[in-house]
């Protein structure tokens, strides 16, 4: 609120700029991130405030906006009141605006009219949005892997990509999932080993069957099963089970079998037994070992001929964006009053943000509020809720006392 002051001058009329815009928090999508690592102890992210407003009618500095970057496939939640799906990143460089900044305040320059000719009063900026949010990866490939724990999976795609997932002889030795590019020929695939499934996944047990929202996003699904143990197809059978418990369509994607570490004494026998048996039932076996890549590059070719055949054919493709459910609702009103003893609290967006840019510091700042708030209608609606000289009205932080 500033008034120009030049010489020669002694009447020169306010001059007070507006103030800048908040900056937003904005999510990006980016190619080159996995794994939301980077935002795992970034508990709070706060974007930056607009500039203040000068003399001479500068206009202060707009926010800078903060960019969080997540990896491609990353669905958004908002989490306040309850959750709900916000938007879904499905491409690289895709952005959604999750929490927006406050309109800057205008300054007394703005203000004049021609019956108010020297405001002394500016516009106060608003506060910008609070949120909170979850961020949740389900990643996108073109194959995903599943199997019981130990079945190989991560070492199957060591040996079909240049990917480096961590190997042990132990469960649950996969305890993330983990993406790998093959190719084949001139061409690539992306691959997707999630971590192991066990009886009762569905219902909680072991890890749980949470992983498998990554495998939704797939394609094609691998069935990685070892053929070392006394009975395999017992395996595949159990891992059937619980994709199809899980749902959401992923029982429908086509799929392929492989019978893992035929290297294996007694493994490649049994094995062949039960490809055989599987093809009979009309299922694709093949017999691998990752160990010595025995079988893996025929695999290869056959998961990215079903891959493209399942593109084309728009079968078990990559799912549509999340979207929030729309229920049609009537139009709220824009403002309403509610008694609270001799006190009448009116709630509203417009009432209450013109209550935040003016205040009641001033004698004008008060005039201006009034004058706003009996063009919105608020007398007539605090009349016809009965109220009396002297009571009190309250919007926000403000107080003002009837008759306004």
Do not use: C
């Amino acid at each position: 609120m500033t008034f120009r002051r030049a010489r020669y001058e002694p009447r020169g009329g306010p001059d007070g700029g507006d103030g800048g815009k908040g900056a937003a928090v904005v999510v990006e999508a980016n190619a080159g991130l996995y794994t939301l690592d980077s935002l795992q102890r970034r508990r709070v992210v706060k974007a930056e405030a607009g500039g203040d407003g000068g003399s001479g009618k500068k206009h202060g500095r707009n926010g800078k906006d903060v960019v969080l970057r997540v990896p491609v496939g990353t669905v958004v939640w908002k989490t306040n009141d309850r959750d709900r799906v916000v938007g879904e990143l499905l491409e690289a460089g895709a952005r959604l605006v999750v929490a927006k900044g406050g309109k800057g305040g205008r300054g007394n320059a703005r203000m004049a009219t021609s019956t108010r000719r020297t405001p002394g009063f500016g516009e106060r900026g608003l506060v910008g949005e609070t949120v909170r949010l979850r961020l949740e990866v389900r990643l996108l490939a073109d194959v995903g892997f599943v199997g019981l724990p130990n079945a190989g999976k991560s070492s199957l795609l060591r040996a079909m990509t240049a990917a480096t997932p961590k190997i042990g002889a132990y469960p649950f030795t996969t305890l993330a999932p983990h993406l790998g590019v093959a190719e084949v020929g001139y061409e690539r695939l992306t691959l997707a080993d999630v971590p192991g499934l066990v009886e009762g996944s569905t219902e909680g047990t072991g890890l749980g069957a949470g992983f498998l929202r990554h495998a939704e996003r797939t394609r094609v699904l691998l069935y990685i099963a070892d053929a070392s143990r006394p009975w395999p197809g017992l395996d595949i059978e159990a891992v059937r089970r619980e994709v199809t418990a899980f749902g959401k369509g992923l029982e429908k994607k086509p799929r392929l079998i492989a019978l893992n570490k035929i290297d294996l004494p007694e493994a490649r026998e049994r094995a062949a037994e039960v490809a055989a048996t599987l093809r009979q039932q009309g299922e694709q076996a093949h017999l691998v070992s990752a160990l010595t890549r025995e079988g893996v590059d025929p695999l290869l070719q056959a998961l990215f001929a079903l891959a493209q055949k399942a593109q084309t054919a728009g079968e078990g493709g990559k799912q549509p964006a999340l979207r929030e459910e729309t229920t049609l609702r009537p139009r709220p009103a824009p403002f309403e009053v509610r008694r609270v003893g001799n006190t009448f609290h009116v709630v509203g967006t417009r009432p209450q943000e013109a209550a935040e840019k003016l205040g009641a510091a001033t004698a004008e700042s008060r005039q201006e509020l009034v004058r706003r708030l009996r063009r919105m209608g608020v007398a007539g609606v605090l009349r016809r809720a009965g109220i009396a000289e002297g009571d009190r009205v309250r919007i926000g932080t403000i107080e003002l006392e009837w008759p306004l």
